[in-house]
T-cell receptor, first 114, second 116 residues
Framework: AQSVTQLGSHVSVSEGALVLLRCNYS??????LFWYVQYPNQGLQLLLK??????LVKGINGFEAEFKKSETSFHLTKPSAHMSDAAEYFC????????????FGSGTRLSIRP | NAGVTQTPKFQVLKTGQSMTLQCAQD?????MSWYRQDPGMGLRLIHY???????DQGEVPNGYNVSRSTTEDFPLRLLSAAPSQTSVYFC???????????????FGEGSRLTVL
C-alpha cells in the first residue's frame, strides 16, 4: 500500500521568506512522487515530479523538491515566497507503472503575509 | 481545447436520490479517475480506470459505481445519495497505461454536490 503524510495543514510565511512544505511517503515499491498545486475554485495542476532520475527536482514557479530515500521524504521548497504562491499544495505518490493509481495527501494551505 | 469536462458543476440532492456525475476527456487518455475533496482530508480516490471496460476501486469506493464503455467518458453514479457524500468531486485523466508513469493528471474543474 502507498500513502503520503503532509505535516502541517496550514503554513504561513512572509513575502520573500523561504517556503518549506513537508511530505513523507510510505510505499512498498519504488515510488514516483509528485507535488500538485490548487488555486481557489480550480482543479489541481502538476508542480513537479520525481520519477527515479535526479533526486533534486525543479518545477514551475521556482519550486523544487528533494527525494530522500533514507528519510522517506519529498519536501517542497522555494527560496523566496511571492504573494501569488498562496494556494493549497498536495503531495502524491504512485508506482512506476503508468497504470498505477495516484494517492494524494491531505494538503497544506500556504498563506503569504505582506 | 476542452481537456477534462465535468457536468454538472453544482448539484443539490435529497437523501436517497440517485444521480450521475459526467466526465469526458478529449485527449485520448487511457487512465481516468474520480476523487472527492473534503476539508482536511485532501483528495481521496474513489474509482479509477486504465482503459475501456476496465475499472478498479480506490480508497473510498462505497456508495459509488462507475463504468467505462468508451475511452472518452467515465461517469460516476451515486445510487442512493447520503449526506456523507456531500463533497467536491474531481475527475482526472492521464495518458498511457503501459510503460513508465508520466504522473501528470489533468483535472476537471470539479462538481460540488450537496446532499440534504
Amino acid at each position: 500500500a502507498q500513502s503520503v503524510t503532509q505535516l502541517g495543514s496550514h503554513v504561513s510565511v512572509s513575502e520573500g521568506a523561504l517556503v518549506l512544505l513537508r511530505c513523507n511517503y510510505s510505499s512498498s515499491v519504488p515510488p514516483y512522487l509528485f507535488w500538485y498545486v490548487q488555486y481557489p475554485n480550480q482543479g489541481l495542476q502538476l508542480l513537479l515530479k520525481y520519477t527515479s532520475a535526479a533526486t533534486l527536482v525543479k518545477g514551475i514557479n521556482g519550486f523544487e523538491a528533494e527525494f530522500k530515500k533514507s528519510e522517506t521524504s519529498f519536501h517542497l521548497t522555494k527560496p523566496s515566497a511571492h504573494m501569488s504562491d498562496a494556494a493549497e499544495y498536495f503531495c502524491a505518490v504512485s508506482g512506476y507503472s503508468s497504470a498505477s493509481k495516484i494517492i494524494f495527501g491531505s494538503g497544506t494551505r500556504l498563506s503569504i503575509r505582506p | 481545447n476542452a481537456g477534462v469536462t465535468q457536468t454538472p458543476k453544482f448539484q443539490v440532492l435529497k437523501t436517497g436520490q440517485s444521480m450521475t456525475l459526467q466526465c469526458a476527456q478529449d485527449m485520448n487518455h487511457e487512465y481516468m479517475s474520480w476523487y472527492r475533496q473534503d476539508p482536511g482530508m485532501g483528495l481521496r480516490l474513489i474509482h479509477y480506470s486504465v482503459g475501456a471496460g476496465i475499472t478498479d476501486q480506490g480508497e473510498v469506493p462505497n456508495g459509488y459505481n462507475v463504468s467505462r464503455s468508451t475511452t472518452e467518458d467515465f461517469p460516476l453514479r451515486l445510487l442512493s445519495a447520503a449526506p456523507s457524500q456531500t463533497s467536491v468531486y474531481f475527475c482526472a485523466s492521464k495518458s498511457g497505461t503501459s510503460g513508465l508513469n508520466t504522473g501528470e493528471l489533468f483535472f476537471g474543474e470539479g462538481s460540488r454536490l450537496t446532499v440534504l
